[in-house]
């Protein structure tokens, strides 16, 4: 009769773990990056990189070309899973067997906007009710009354107030909206490193990403598994007024929206998203930029335009040309004429500069295309 055996709660998790990597468990096929496995990278994924932080598990056994690809990458899978079932082994994005900043979350980023070319389950945003649920806004007392071409905004981003705080906050994904014609989203820039009710001993990562010339990414998640109760500033965004946007006054609007917050356990709760209203004006220029005579400034109409801008002038018409924000001409016409019609087919929304040249001199004027 051979002795029975007894073993510790350690051997038993070794074991087990053992038995996972000997493949008793069905093997997973992870598109580094994607790791909520709904088929599509974005900043949701980095959320859940949060929730499995410094979590391990077996190490991928091989791996297809580098890696870090958006390719299936055979996996086994690991003991634990977020609270949708999907299991933490599709955080550990480069194979090595544990979840963290340094290694997990490039593959986040270079993939981002990566999807399967089936099995693609977009997330869900759920909007919110200002007065009922959290909000998530940028702080307009910070923004000036007026802002000019080429300065700098840093506004602080807030989640929460005194009449509707924060419960159980571990991280936050949204995106922010911003007029193409006032804003370049390739400079807008967001901080949370300092500390706040959100991030009081620093264990936090972020991260943004520009997705189209309206829209940036972010995403911010604490790492060591607690949530925190409260509300006010998180971080801030930097804007820098597009230098071109000169003799043009008007207000536009950077909004915050497709929110998703998240406990330590991965239960939603629905934030309310805002949008504040920037004006921008050129004090020195406010309307046209000319050296044409007096009485000899051309009709221009209708602004904001859509397909068609008509342009009637007093004086010979020479040069026709619609330059974009970065300063380059995007249609030029020579028309003697003194009616013209110049096609807005196949140009972006945005704001232009119009310039006529004729023998009366330079007209310049702003034009704004919807």
């Known amino acids: 009769m051979q002795p029975k055996r007894f073993y510790s709660i350690g051997t038993f998790i070794a074991l087990v773990f053992t038995l996972q990597i000997q493949g008793y468990s069905q093997p997973l096929s992870v598109y580094p990056g994607d790791i909520t496995d709904n088929g599509i990278v974005n900043n949701v994924d980095f959320l859940y990189m949060?929730?499995?932080?410094?979590?391990?598990?077996?190490?991928?056994?091989?791996?297809?070309?580098?890696?870090?690809?958006?390719?299936?990458?055979?996996?086994?899978?690991?003991?634990?899973?977020?609270?949708?079932?999907?299991?933490?082994?599709?955080?550990?994005?480069?194979?090595?067997?544990?979840?963290?900043?340094?290694?997990?979350?490039f593959p986040v980023y270079v993939n981002y906007?990566?999807?399967?070319?089936?099995?693609?389950?977009?997330?869900?945003?759920?909007?919110?009710?200002?007065?009922?649920?959290?909000?998530?806004?940028?702080?307009?007392?910070?923004?000036?009354?007026?802002?000019?071409?080429?300065?700098?905004?840093?506004?602080?981003?807030?989640?929460g107030d005194a009449q509707v705080p924060v419960e159980d906050l571990y991280g936050v994904a949204f995106s922010l909206y911003v007029d193409p014609g006032f804003i370049d989203a390739n400079e807008v820039t967001f901080n949370f490193t300092q500390q706040s009710w959100a991030n009081p001993d620093g264990d936090r990562v972020y991260m943004y990403k520009r997705v189209s010339d309206e829209r940036v990414d972010v995403s911010w998640v604490r790492t060591d598994h607690n949530s925190v109760d409260g509300f006010g500033g998180i971080g801030s965004v930097g804007l820098i007024i597009i230098i071109d946007v000169i003799g043009f006054e008007q207000d536009f609007p950077v909004r915050i929206d497709s929110i998703?917050?998240?406990?330590?356990?991965?239960?939603?709760?629905?934030?309310?998203?805002?949008?504040?209203?920037?004006?921008?004006?050129?004090?020195?220029?406010?309307?046209?930029?000319?050296?044409?005579?007096?009485?000899?400034?051309?009709?221009?109409?209708?602004?904001?335009?859509?397909?068609?801008?008509?342009?009637?002038?007093?004086?010979?018409?020479?040069?026709?040309?619609?330059?974009?924000?970065?300063?380059?001409?995007?249609?030029?016409?020579?028309?003697p004429s003194?009616?013209?019609?110049?096609?807005?087919?196949?140009?972006?929304?945005?704001?232009?500069?119009?310039?006529?040249?004729?023998?009366?001199?330079?007209?310049?004027?702003?034009?704004q295309i919807q």
């Open 50 to 105: 949060g929730l499995a932080y410094n979590y391990f598990g077996p190490p991928r056994d091989s791996v297809v070309g580098n890696g870090l690809g958006f390719v299936p990458q055979p996996a086994n899978p690991w003991l634990n899973q977020f609270a949708n079932g999907t299991n933490f082994a599709f955080a550990d994005c480069n194979g090595d067997g544990v979840v963290n900043y340094y290694y997990d979350a």
């Open 113 to 159: 906007g990566a999807a399967r070319d089936t099995g693609v389950s977009p997330d869900i945003f759920y909007s919110g009710i200002a007065g009922i649920d959290p909000v998530l806004r940028l702080d307009e007392s910070a923004v000036p009354a007026e802002v000019h071409p080429g300065e700098t905004l840093t506004i602080p981003i807030l989640l």
């Open 260 to 335: 998703k917050m998240l406990d330590h356990f991965g239960n939603e709760t629905t934030v309310a998203g805002d949008t504040i209203m920037v004006h921008v004006t050129d004090n020195n220029n406010q309307q046209t930029g000319t050296d044409a005579p007096a009485g000899l400034q051309p009709e221009i109409w209708p602004n904001p335009a859509h397909d068609i801008l008509h342009i009637r002038a007093d004086f010979a018409v020479e040069q026709i040309t619609l330059i974009n924000a970065l300063g380059q001409p995007v249609r030029q016409f020579s028309d």
């Open 338 to 367: 003194r009616v013209s019609e110049v096609a807005l087919s196949g140009v972006p929304p945005g704001i232009y500069m119009l310039e006529i040249q004729g023998n009366a001199g330079i007209y310049t004027r702003i034009i």
